[in-house]
């Protein structure tokens, strides 16, 4: 038997950054072992069993793409599958599906526990092991040294977390689960920059005692799109939400007692999220709203909790228990869990490079909700690119990352490390510059290959990759060396410019009035391209225009992104900045001027001056002054 | 090493001998310098102290007042100091010679301006106005240089950019958040109302933006008519030289000859141009196209004609000034009351024209506020910015996705963001400061 106790990378924590973490190192052939407190919660979701929705589903189809779980574990246990924005553009789709908890857990333990290459060891990480100028490994609370070249932690909101609830005070990770004190301890003692932040949760309540007649219901799509790009069908049986709404009664309760809130009484130091605000949040700063929606939400097809999606709370529990009952089909619930507020340690996220690592030890790596996000997604796409880099470290390579054009990945990681958070982050759409490109129908072409080069993607998914691609090409191909003259086209009753111009099918597509159907009729030949490439195609030819026009900025960004500036450089030496930007400067370290151009507070002169510094420090360090 | 920026000299006020010169240092160096070579060290900041000057050998090259600013309370954000010298010719090379020795070397045209933007001073359009304001040779100039060194241009750019932003709100909130109740999912009638009256907004600037930018740059003024009318001799009464050839032979003219004047506190550039007539002789009918090309041109045109002959007025348009010339030869009585009666040649009457002039662009002028465009680069700034309202317009109309929308407004926004000098650190500010020429 191998050694239990020497691993090329250690991943601390089995949420979904450490899920994700563990398997991506493992993936790529490194030893790896995933410790954590308790195997039984390894995939377990604290908060809103949902996957997926805008920016966030993005994510999850780059994870997918890259050969990471969440898609394919969603996949196995989604109950109401939601293609949100279906109204709009495909590149603002957003795959959502509500999430059968249990499923989801045991999917995700069976995929890591069989996993290859992945050691599961039960155990509480208490302090790392630094040898030298580089971690070692860990120490757990049984007592164990774990050595490792790269240590990956993705320990949630665990960090010294604090549940409030009125006046209860509980440390806890989550609810019922002890929160992570002395690694927290370890990294306060790296001197790290550090700070709280708060997020919450509503109550749960008991399915049976909801009348559900009363309520209107969300059903799930009719034909449910599965996440992952290996999977064409989704088994799961579809289960619908229900819709009802907060009223002033339950408002008026509210305000009475928005003294006893955790949130409100001034407990909690930590700042929560603005785009997920407490129901007492929304009722102080919305006054005028007399009502707020909520969705309730099956937590599984087998379980009777339903999860109250818009009510998240701090308040004291028999406050709880009075304005929920105000609400519209809840008259009678019974109330299985009470709603909290968590308070947590973060690490400022600038404290990292761009490959997730610690910049103060080597080795190190951060992912997950400890770098200030929020949600799964954001979690499962760190742990990602950390255990990826971890792996790389450990081997002597240098990072590897993806950018802003690339992936929202990459979006996500370098807001973190360059922007910093002051709130919980989460991704949306408008994040990213290169929103068109960056769909959640492309992500296998825009990061697969790149997937297959970093040693992430097996084989299956590498097979099925190649497939798709000389399927595309070879529909792309067809669609374009089909062509007609505009007066053919204007027979069709096809609006375009009478130039005599022959155009290709695919030039035609592009046209936002003729569609994908229109094109077929018009060239029988294309009719045998399977509907799947055809679909693709379509969504490739209807945002060509702008992509092109884009092609630019893509251009400037990379070479901006090309143009790196030394880890060592002085910028007390470099003139024409203020001090707050020199201050900024000098903690995030930019690794390139790109990177220097999306500091917060940046102007347009402080940038020209680092360009004029970094353009003439060749030639100058040769003519040496005198 | 580590390797600082340099400091930087410059004679900051006009060429010697002057009564004074102002010699103005900025960068890092400048206390070292204050140092080694002022009698007086450390200066009182932001005091005028008495000091000597010293060559670099220690003799006294001159006194005068000093004035220490630190940064980044400076005008460039850098420590700076202001020498003020007596203002002959060789004081101002020693003094120069001296300062250069102690660290300095001689700025580059505009670069204590670019400096001031670098460090985030001023905004583009700001940096642009202290250019305009040190080439200003009318009042008219002047006045508008000042308002947008006030930030007019800034203001009204940045205005605009925000209702975008507003707009991007909107749009990217029912992109974002499609199941919640609160977030506006039918943005489309009011981002389109806000579209459509920042697009009117840009329309109206554009045209208005016309005369700001001919307050910059100079209204053009043409002199046409037929041959033998006068107009050289005009031209050359205004200018108050001989800069073009008059002679009695009918068809003189040929090429455009350009007059830079100030009138009345307006630049102008006034143009004589070829007699206008059918003609078989190639080089002549060349002239009669670029004069008529010349009239389209022109913010105003001056129709002169041969008070014997009677005016022919096809050509004439509204607001054009009709003069007839030759008063000195004609009857009094057969002048019309309808025009301006000049002689060119006696000078009699040309205060007249000049004042008809003044007085035409004083109209034109008249409810010009605040400047809005007084650049070319302003102008196709806005005009690319429009193209993008114009297409988010018609997205929004075909009821084709958010998403095109909303890129298009965001692409809208960047014209904006490029006028300010808040975009894209590289290729804007490349372009900018390769053509940002100033004397300071
Ligand atoms: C109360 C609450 C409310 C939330 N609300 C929302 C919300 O509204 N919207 C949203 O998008 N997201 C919400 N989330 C966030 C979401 O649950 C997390 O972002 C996501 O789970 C983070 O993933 P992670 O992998 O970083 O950490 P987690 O999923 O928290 O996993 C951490 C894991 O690390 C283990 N661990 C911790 N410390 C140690 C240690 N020292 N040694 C060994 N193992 C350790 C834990 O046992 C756990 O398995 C909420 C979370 C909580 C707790
Ligand atoms: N007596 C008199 N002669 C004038 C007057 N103005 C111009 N002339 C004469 O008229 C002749 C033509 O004058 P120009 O100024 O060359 O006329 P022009 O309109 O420029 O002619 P082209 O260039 O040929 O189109 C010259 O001999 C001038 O001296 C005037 O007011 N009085
Ligand atoms: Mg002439």
Redesign the interface.
């Known amino acids: 038997m191998q050694d239990q106790t020497k691993f090329d990378v250690i991943v601390v924590g089995g949420g979904h950054a450490g899920c994700e973490a563990a398997s991506a190192a493992a993936r790529m052939g490194a030893r790896t072992a995933l410790i954590t407190h308790k195997i039984a919660t390894i995939g377990e979701m604290s908060c809103n069993p949902a996957i997926g929705g805008?920016?966030k589903g993005h994510l999850v189809r780059e994870i997918d793409a890259l050969d990471g779980l969440m898609g394919r574990i969603a996949d196995r246990s989604g109950i109401q599958f939601r293609m949100?924005?279906r109204s709009?553009?495909p590149?603002?789709w957003?795959p959502r599906a509500q999430i059968d908890r249990k499923l989801y857990r045991e999917a995700m333990q069976e995929e890591i526990l069989n996993h290859e290459n992945l050691t599961i060891i039960q155990d509480g990480v208490e302090d790392l092991i630094v040898s030298g100028e580089r971690v070692g490994g860990v120490i757990g609370e049984s007592g164990t040294s774990y050595a490792a070249s790269a240590v990956v932690i993705t320990t949630g909101t665990f960090l010294k977390g604090i549940i409030h609830r009125g006046a209860e005070r509980i440390p806890a990770g989550r609810v019922g689960e002890k929160p992570a004190i002395g690694l927290s301890d370890r990294l306060y003692a790296l001197d790290l920059p550090m700070g709280r932040l708060k997020t919450g949760t509503p109550a749960r309540l008991n399915g049976k005692t909801i009348n559900w007649d009363l309520l209107e219901k969300q059903p799930a799509d009719d034909e449910p799109i599965p996440f992952s790009y290996l999977m064409d069908r989704i088994e799961v049986p579809q289960v619908s939400c229900g819709i009802t709404f907060t009223n002033p009664e339950a408002h008026e309760i509210i305000s009475d007692n928005i003294a006893q809130s955790a949130v409100y009484s001034g407990a909690i130091a930590g700042r929560g999220p603005r785009?997920c605000p407490s129901i007492e949040d929304k009722i102080h700063r919305?006054a005028e709203?007399t009502r707020?929606?909520i969705?309730l939400e099956p937590e599984g097809l087998d379980d009777d909790t339903v999860y109250p999606n818009g009510i998240s709370t701090s308040l004291p529990r028999e406050v709880q228990d009075a304005f929920i009952r105000k609400i519209e089909g809840l008259e009678t619930v019974e109330i299985l869990e009470y709603g909290y507020a968590i308070e947590y340690d973060y690490v400022d996220p600038r404290a990292l490079d761009a490959g997730l690592q610690v910049k103060a030890l080597s080795g190190l790596y951060l992912a997950g909700q400890i770098n200030g996000t929020t949600g799964y997604e954001e979690a499962g796409a760190q742990g990602l690119v950390a255990g990826m880099n971890a792996v790389r470290s450990a081997s002597g390579e240098p990072h590897e990352t993806f950018d802003r054009a690339e992936a929202y990945i990459g979006v996500l990681i370098d807001d973190l490390v360059t922007r910093g958070v002051t709130e919980p982050y989460r991704m949306?759409?408008?994040r990213a510059e290169y929103?068109?490109s960056l769909r959640s129908d492309n992500a296998d072409q825009r990061l697969t290959e790149r997937g297959i080069a970093l040693g992430l993607v097996g084989e299956t998914r590498a097979e099925m990759f190649h497939v798709k691609q000389t399927a595309l090409n070879a529909g792309r191909d067809a669609l374009r060396s089909q062509t007609m003259t505009p007066n053919e086209a204007q027979k069709l009753g096809w609006k375009v410019n009478q130039d005599g111009q022959r155009r290709s099918a695919w030039e035609y597509l592009a046209y936002?009035s003729i569609d994908m159907a229109a094109i077929v009729l018009a060239f029988p030949d294309l009719a045998n391209l399977s509907p799947a490439i055809k679909a693709q195609l379509e969504i490739e030819a209807m945002y060509a225009g702008?992509i092109e026009r884009q092609k630019d900025d893509v251009e400037?960004l990379r070479?901006?992104e090309a143009l790196r500036l030394p880890a060592d450089l002085?910028y007390?030496?470099?003139?024409?900045?203020?001090?707050e930007v020199r201050a900024k400067l000098d903690m995030i370290r930019p690794a390139t001027?790109g990177q220097a151009?999306r500091i917060e507070g940046m102007?347009?002169?402080?940038?020209?001056?680092l360009?004029a510094?970094v353009r003439?420090?060749p030639s100058?360090?040769q003519s040496a002054?005198a | 090493m580590a390797i600082r920026r340099d400091t930087i000299c410059a004679l900051a006020s006009g060429l010697p001998p002057s009564a004074i010169s102002v010699i103005r240092i900025s960068g890092p160096a400048t206390t070292s310098i204050i140092q080694s070579r002022l009698s007086v060290s450390p200066l009182k900041p932001r005091h005028a102290s008495l000091v000597d000057l010293r060559s670099r050998s220690g003799s006294v090259i001159d006194s005068g007042l000093a004035i220490y600013m630190p940064g980044p309370a400076s005008y460039t954000g850098e420590d700076t100091l202001e020498i003020s010298l007596h203002g002959g010719r060789m004081i101002t090379e020693l003094a120069l010679e001296s300062i250069m020795s102690a660290g300095a070397r001689l700025a580059e045209p505009g670069e204590f301006t670019r400096r001031a933007f670098e460090a985030g001073k001023l905004d583009l359009t700001r940096a642009e106005a202290v250019a305009d304001l040190i080439d200003a040779e009318s009042e008219a100039q002047l006045s508008q240089a000042l308002k947008q060194m006030d930030g007019a241009l800034e203001d009204l750019y940045s205005g605009w950019r925000a209702d975008l932003t507003e707009m991007l709100a909107l749009l990217e909130a029912s992109i974002d958040f499609p199941d919640e109740e609160d977030a506006p999912d039918r943005v489309d009638a009011p981002v389109l109302e806000k579209l459509n009256t920042l697009r009117s907004d840009l329309i109206d600037a554009l045209a208005d933006g016309n005369i700001t930018e001919r307050i910059r740059d100079g209204f053009k003024v043409a002199i046409l008519g037929k041959p033998n009318a006068g107009k050289s001799t005009l031209l050359n009464q205004l200018a108050k030289r001989e800069a073009a050839i008059v002679t009695d032979i009918p068809g003189t003219t040929r090429d455009v000859v350009e007059v830079r004047l100030v009138l009345g506190g307006y630049l102008v550039w006034i143009s004589d141009t070829a007699g206008l007539r059918e003609t078989v002789d190639v080089v002549e009918a060349e002239g009669v196209r670029r004069a008529l090309k010349v009239a389209d041109e022109a913010d105003l045109r001056l129709w002169i004609h041969d008070a014997r002959e009677p005016i022919e007025s096809d050509r004439v348009q509204p607001g054009d000034l009709v003069v007839s010339n030759k008063s000195d030869l004609a009857d009094p009585e057969s002048v019309s009351r309808e025009t301006l009666s000049i002689s060119a040649k006696t000078g009699f009457g040309i205060d007249l024209i000049e004042a008809a002039i003044v007085e035409r662009l004083g109209a034109l002028t008249k409810n010009v506020g605040a400047p809005i465009i007084t650049r070319a680069r302003h102008r196709q700034g806005l005009e690319r910015a429009l193209t993008q309202l114009e297409a988010a317009i018609d997205h929004l109309k075909a009821g084709i996705g958010s998403e095109f929308v909303s890129e298009d407004v965001r692409l809208a926004s960047r014209e904006l963001g490029t006028l300010t000098g808040h975009v894209d650190p590289e290729s804007v500010l490349g372009a900018v400061f390769s053509s940002f020429c100033i004397g300071k």
Not at chain 1, 572 to 579: I, K, Q, Y
Request: aromatic share 12%; hydrophobic share 35%.
């Open positions: 805008l920016g949100l924005n709009k553009g590149a603002v957003g785009y919305f709203k707020h929606q969705f949306f759409t408008s929103r068109l936002p702008y400037a070479r901006e002085d007390a030496a470099v003139g024409g900045l203020t001090n001027l151009g102007t347009p002169g402080a940038l020209t001056a360009l510094y003439r420090r100058r360090k002054h």
